[in-house]
């Protein structure tokens, strides 16, 4: 599919990941809307900004204001490029992390991820799909290995991520009588952690949680268990993991003629790990990967 002409709106550029492939989708020629949660005073927007071509323009959009994707929709109508009739892709990059066990989460947290990672998606591509509809174009989802890995201490983010992927699923049905591709991208665990994932904020978090933990619980699981169980997630906090296959299979969904529906860039290590996870009896995964 040629580039030129053609628009395309990424979400969630806060992260490294969503800027990059902004910045890639903007070298090869496509009209890019890099969407953030807040742009204002946003370091990360004016710099990507600078090393773009005129053509990208940044957008102020949280996927959980339903007055900002409406906003976000009437901008893209009025800046696509000349001749273009619609939007031709919509790639869902903005995703939340909550962590912690499932009874540690404070339920606005968990709500929050919800919010952001399903319910946001959902409505932002009810939003634009007249727009998308007109070019027969894609939408793509971003999800993780975590849609089918067991994973204490991201169980709600395997939650959402296993929502994201039935939805995308249903969506492809739904959409191929319209010409509309959908696409999924199940990336590495290091990758969606460079994406998702702050140092900082995991901290905050948890200092948060350990807070409104009540002194039953506080005792039930002592604060070595639960520092412990924080610091599991530390690896995919330090920026180490390497999403340049990520950034290749999302370029692929959007420029293929008929893209997959499915793109698996993950390492060789998590694919074995999602097939013993999903195909294997439960005890076998349990012995190999939880000692």
Not at 51 to 72: D, H, I, P, Y
Not at 186 to 197: D, K, Y
Not at 221 to 226: H, K, R, T
């Amino acid at each position: 599919i040629s580039p030129l002409g053609k628009a395309v709106l990424i979400t969630g550029c806060e992260s490294p990941l969503a800027r990059a492939l902004a910045k890639r989708l903007d070298d090869l020629g496509f009209t890019v809307f890099a969407a953030f949660r807040q742009l204002q005073d946003s370091d990360d927007a004016t710099l990507l900004k600078a090393v773009s071509s005129g053509r990208l323009k940044l957008l102020q959009l949280n996927v959980t204001s339903e007055v900002e994707m409406l906003e976000a929709s009437l901008f893209i109508t009025e800046h696509l490029p000349d001749g273009e009739p619609g939007l031709w892709a919509l790639i869902h990059c903005d995703l939340w992390c909550a962590l912690g066990e499932l009874e540690w989460v404070p339920f606005p947290v968990m709500r929050k991820s919800f919010d952001i990672n399903v319910l946001g998606a959902s409505r932002l591509t009810q939003v634009l799909l007249p727009l998308i509809r007109r070019t027969a174009g894609r939408v793509v989802f971003l999800s993780s290995a975590l849609a089918h890995l067991p994973s204490p201490v991201r169980g709600v983010q395997c939650a959402t991520q296993a929502a994201i992927e039935g939805l995308a699923a249903c969506l492809r049905h739904e959409l191929k009588p319209r010409n509309v591709g959908v696409s999924i991208i199940c990336a590495s665990e290091f990758a969606a952690g460079n994406a998702w994932l702050d140092d900082k904020e995991m901290r905050e978090q948890a200092r948060e949680m350990w807070a409104l933990l009540s002194e039953e619980q506080k005792e039930a699981y002592g604060e070595d268990y639960f520092e412990q169980a924080i610091r599991s997630l530390e690896p995919f906090c330090r920026g180490e993991g390497d999403f340049h296959s990520t950034i290749r299979a999302m370029t692929d969904s959007i420029m293929r003629t008929f893209p997959m529906f499915r793109y698996t860039p993950l390492t060789r290590y998590e694919k074995l790990k999602t097939i013993v996870a999903e195909h294997l009896p439960n005890p076998l995964y349990e012995m190999l990967y939880k000692a």
